[in-house]
């Protein structure tokens, strides 16, 4: 996901940051008012596994 391209990459980073968050709460493992950065950043192995 990494491009040569400086705005893809950011774009294709808050994607994946965004799905993140999104899935983690999703799960139940978290609602949108606890959601802390550290939560999404445990999440992104779940975002690499759904895109994979």
Do not use: K, P
């Not at 040569?4 to 999703?26: K, Y």
Request: charge should be negative; charged fraction near 15%.
């Amino acid at each position: 996901m990494q491009h040569e391209s400086v705005l893809e990459a950011m774009n294709n980073a808050c994607f994946i940051h965004g799905m993140s968050a999104d899935l983690r709460i999703e799960s139940g493992q978290n609602t949108v008012i606890d959601l802390l950065a550290s939560d999404v950043i445990d999440g992104l192995t779940n975002v690499f596994r759904t895109m994979s």
